[in-house]
């Protein structure tokens, strides 16, 4: 017991500095003391209550159990390190993760208390569960100044982790040349393979860590695979990383061929990162030597695709990827110019393979062989005269068999799909070599003439050819979409093989138009939120849409309803579905519905408004901006708007969407012979204009041309455009020019109009089958479930306005898309616990919130209520 005056002298320095004078016995009470000192250093208030104290100074803190040693050497207080030591706390104490004080001040740079710990007998080669060692997190910090210090006390420099590093790998790894040098002067060996047969250069080269491949070359280290096979090389060029690859071709010369092989050859390596490796390349004294092995590569595959004993499929891809990266290596005119000649034998070899593809002749016949000349890029080699001689027999039996010339085609672009040959086998093997070819030499050719657009060469060269092409392209129809994106550029080109692009089935025209359409799709960048006014979603989105170029329109961006809480994929859903709808609000004039109210076209009275033009601008973009991203509108168009957004003529069977009659006589008029019925027409149309009768010439001296039976076909065609076309022409004009400026006119071209509507309105009628293929179902719901069973049911018996509704309320969207086409995000139903309460969604996840109710009547209540009754908008209340 403490005596009276003992005790009040322990009260009045208590009270003198704030705290208690000695530790409370239970530990835990202790640690709360004792915790907030080492934070902040308080190291003589700690060793004063360290004194004379029961506490054991190791004793564990929470599931860490780190002890205070740890969270001293760990926030670096050198102070409490000391004391703790000088009252016995262990240094090699771990804690859960293995770890003891000295990999915590190593891993965080804490020098003195490093020391400090040495002092006192911490091991430095401890440990952790992970195999980790004060020396690993040194070398992965790059701490020099911690190096020389843990080095003096250990000879264990080699260790490896868990993971197969040592610290060498690690200082590697994370590119600390200084740490490297050290090492390897301390003995690390900079060739040391580890359990997985890496070496310190192959960790360097994981990351492209230039400074440490440097380090790492200046002792002699050398290119070995690991244990997959895998060279430091291999690394750095699906990583990427140019300059690196530059110091180990430095090195060793000859692995600059390995190089370009491996470059063109692993296909599974990613092309862009490929890609980086080579344009390093194209400004570096080594570039003209790349570009050269590329060359020779690229011609050298392409006379093996025209062998049939040669793998298409791996060398049409391996050719593919060499042009590419010949072009990325390629950095001037004149470099283009030199090596794109290297090519020209095999243009010639091309076309004397399509040239005997198209023979009329079936007789063996002596083939021109003085332009099959060896490649230059295989002047030093002899496989390309070996193939050469080979393809000369072949070419020999492939006169045999190929059939008769197809016709001449007209000068319509209506292409007759050409007949079969006699030995199909022959024409289908080569369909792929030879599309891959013209795919090769389109791009070659385009590089090298450096214009915008399809160079002349190339342009003359399909013409010549189209029969051929059409032909082989009949036996493989994919060769399309695979290899003859060019098409998509060019509309005349376009033209000679329009009937057989469009004779393609439409999910693999639809997938070939967003592939081409996201070629250079800009990737991530800043996200811009639109804020709108429902009750004036029109006014307000023009006006942002004003705001932002067309380029960040393709990227990502969201709209919030104003006083509205919700915010993403659903609530933008639902804002093209509200704005389509208004851009066809009778009150800004811009569109008239047909003469059966399904469909609108431009009205030719807009310019009502005198903002009407920016308007047909705006809508124009504003449906490109939902095709571009695969949101469905509300609104369809007629089939003659289409046709004048896909650059076709229209016809007198489009003016019946807006008067039927009148097309009913214009077909009379074609029908029936009208020289002696006493029509008296002329080359004119009457029409109102503001409430004016006026008369329109269709020609220049229309009022003196009669109408014949001879140029009534000219007439009927003139009438039609002027109520479809000039009577809207400026209109029109606006919205293609707003709808181009986000996605381009060639590129939709290869759609009819019926399927331009499907694509942006989706299915007018709900199939309910194709509705439950793209349904999942979370919590207790199964397809064989109860309520589920119900719910289809409910679902099947609804009319088609109730299930756009139903859909609406769950996705934001009021019709599914396109058959075969994939929905943007699956349909999902998840279970919530019974109750009486009403069906509930998420619009952003596409998601049906479906109490599990008792009976198939209850659901059908509350379904149908929530669906009819539910307020459009986003507030919770």
Request: with cysteine.
């Given at each position: 017991m403490w005596s009276p005056k003992h005790q009040l002298m322990r009260l009045s320095r208590s009270l003198r500095i704030g705290r208690s004078v000695e530790l409370p016995r239970d530990p835990a009470s202790a640690i709360h003391i004792l915790l907030p000192m080492v934070f902040g250093n308080q190291h003589k208030s700690l060793s004063e209550l360290l004194e004379n104290s029961p506490f054991d100074v190791n004793h564990p803190i929470g599931r860490s159990n780190r002890t205070l040693l740890h969270i001293a050497a760990n926030c670096g207080q050198l102070e409490c390190v000391a004391c703790l030591l000088k009252h016995g706390a262990d240094p090699n104490a771990i804690d859960i993760a293995g770890c003891c004080a000295i990999h915590l001040a190593s891993k965080n740079g804490k020098k003195r208390c490093m020391e400090k710990l040495l002092e006192f007998g911490a091991d430095p080669d401890v440990a952790d569960i992970d195999g980790v060692t004060s020396l690993h997190w040194i070398a992965v910090s790059g701490r020099l100044e911690l190096l020389s210090v843990i080095l003096h006390h250990t000879s264990h420099?080699?260790?490896?982790?868990?993971?197969?590093?040592?610290?060498?790998?690690?200082?590697?790894?994370?590119?600390?040349?200084?740490?490297?040098?050290?090492l390897i002067k301390s003995g690390a060996d900079p060739n040391y393979r580890n359990s997985n047969g890496l070496t310190p250069l192959h960790s360097a080269c994981i990351n492209g860590q230039r400074q440490a491949v440097a380090a790492l070359l200046s002792h002699n280290a050398v290119m070995t695979s690991d244990n997959e096979g895998q060279t430091p090389l291999d690394l750095c060029i699906e990583g990427g990383y140019g300059v690196a690859i530059e110091l180990l071709v430095k090195k060793y010369p000859k692995m600059l061929t390995t190089f370009v092989n491996n470059a063109v050859n692993k296909h599974n390596w990613k092309i862009e990162k490929v890609q980086s490796t080579v344009e390093h390349f194209s400004t570096?004294?080594?570039?003209?030597?790349?570009?050269?092995?590329?060359?020779?590569?690229?011609?050298d595959l392409g006379f093996q695709l025209l062998s049939l004993s040669s793998t298409c499929k791996e060398n049409g891809a391996s050719l593919l990827r060499s042009i590419t990266l010949l072009l990325s290596s390629l950095s001037t005119n004149s470099d283009r110019e030199?090596?794109?000649?290297?090519?020209?034998?095999?243009?010639?070899?091309?076309?004397?393979?399509?040239?005997?593809?198209?023979?009329?002749?079936?007789?063996?016949?002596?083939?021109?062989?003085?332009?099959?000349?060896?490649?230059?890029?295989?002047?030093?080699?002899?496989?390309?005269?070996?193939i050469l001689e080979e393809e000369n027999q072949s070419k020999l039996e492939l006169a045999e068999t190929v059939s008769q010339k197809n016709q001449s085609l007209t000068k319509s672009s209506q292409v007759d799909v050409p007949e079969p040959p006699r030995n199909p086998n022959m024409i289908s093997d080569m369909s792929g070599r030879i599309s891959v070819l013209i795919e090769v030499f389109w791009r070659c050719v385009s590089a090298q003439d450096g214009t915008v657009g399809t160079p002349h060469r190339f342009y003359d060269f399909i013409v010549r050819h189209v029969d051929v092409i059409n032909r082989i392209i009949n036996y493989n129809p994919k060769v399309i979409f695979k290899n003859f994106s060019f098409l998509l550029h060019d509309p005349k080109l376009m033209a000679y093989f329009f009937a057989t692009v469009t004779s393609q089935p439409f999910a693999d025209r639809y997938e070939w138009f967003y592939s081409c359409l996201y070629e250079n799709r800009p990737h991530g960048g800043q996200s811009h939120l639109f804020q709108v006014?429902?009750?004036?979603?029109?006014?307000?989105?023009?006006?942002?849409?004003?705001?932002?170029?067309?380029?960040?329109?393709?990227g990502n961006f969201m709209v919030q309803f104003t006083n509205e809480e919700g915010m993403g994929n659903g609530v933008l859903r639902e804002w093209f579905s509200v704005l389509s709808n208004e851009i066809l609000n009778p009150e800004y004039g811009l569109f008239v519905p047909s003469f059966d109210?399904?469909?609108?076209?431009?009205?030719?009275?807009?310019?009502?408004?005198?903002?009407?033009?920016?308007?047909?601008?705006?809508?124009?973009?504003?449906?490109?901006?939902?095709?571009?991203?695969?949101?469905?509108?509300?609104?369809?168009?007629?089939?003659?708007?289409?046709k004048h957004l896909l650059g076709r003529k229209i016809s007198y069977e489009d003016v019946e969407s807006i008067d039927p009659e009148y097309a009913t006589n214009l077909q009379w008029i074609l029908d029936n012979d009208i020289s002696d019925i006493g029509l008296n027409l002329n080359f004119t149309v009457e029409t109102d204009v503001f409430g004016r009768m006026e008369e329109i010439e269709l020609t220049p001296g229309g009022s003196r041309l009669s109408v014949t039976e001879e140029n009534k076909q000219e007439y009927v065609q003139l009438v039609t455009e002027l109520k479809m076309t000039s009577a809207i022409q400026r209109q029109l004009d606006s919205f293609i020019r707003g709808f181009n400026s986000i996605i381009p006119s060639y590129l939709i071209r290869i759609f009819t109009p019926e399927e331009m509507d499907l694509m942006l309105t989706g299915c007018r009628e709900i199939d309910v089958e194709i509705w439950k293929s793209i349904t999942e179902y979370s919590g207790c719901y199964n397809p064989t479930h109860q309520v589920i069973q119900w719910f289809w049911e409910c679902v099947e018996r609804m009319q088609n306005d109730?299930?756009?509704?139903?859909?609406?309320?769950?996705?934001?969207?009021?019709?599914?898309?396109?058959?075969?086409?994939?929905?943007?995000?699956?349909?999902?139903?998840?279970?919530?616990?019974?109750?009486?309460?009403?069906?509930?969604?998420?619009?952003?996840?596409?998601?049906?919130?479906?109490?599990?109710?008792?009976?198939?009547?209850?659901?059908?209540?509350?379904?149908?209520?929530?669906?009819?009754?539910?307020?459009?908008?986003?507030?919770?209340?």
């Open positions: 420099i080699q260790v490896e982790d868990k993971q197969g590093h040592t610290p060498l790998h690690a200082a590697a790894r994370n590119g600390h040349d200084n740490v490297i040098e050290s570096k004294p080594l570039g003209h030597e790349v570009s050269t092995k590329l060359a020779e590569i690229s011609v030199f090596f794109f000649n290297l090519f020209e034998p095999l243009w010639k070899a091309l076309e004397e393979w399509i040239l005997l593809l198209g023979n009329e002749q079936s007789p063996k016949k002596q083939l021109p062989t003085e332009n099959l000349v060896d490649s230059p890029s295989t002047q030093n080699k002899s496989s390309n005269n070996l006014r429902r009750e004036k979603v029109f006014e307000d989105s023009c006006q942002e849409f004003g705001k932002i170029s067309a380029e960040n329109l393709k109210g399904c469909s609108f076209q431009p009205n030719s009275r807009s310019s009502i408004n005198p903002d009407h033009l920016s308007y047909f601008e705006f809508a124009g973009k504003i449906l490109s901006v939902a095709l571009y991203h695969k949101h469905l509108i509300n609104a369809s168009l007629t089939s003659s708007f289409y109730d299930r756009s509704l139903l859909l609406h309320f769950s996705t934001g969207r009021s019709r599914l898309p396109a058959p075969n086409v994939i929905f943007s995000n699956k349909f999902m139903i998840t279970s919530i616990p019974p109750s009486d309460l009403l069906p509930s969604a998420s619009t952003c996840m596409s998601l049906l919130k479906l109490p599990e109710y008792d009976s198939y009547e209850t659901l059908e209540t509350k379904l149908l209520t929530a669906i009819r009754c539910g307020s459009l908008g986003y507030t919770q209340t």
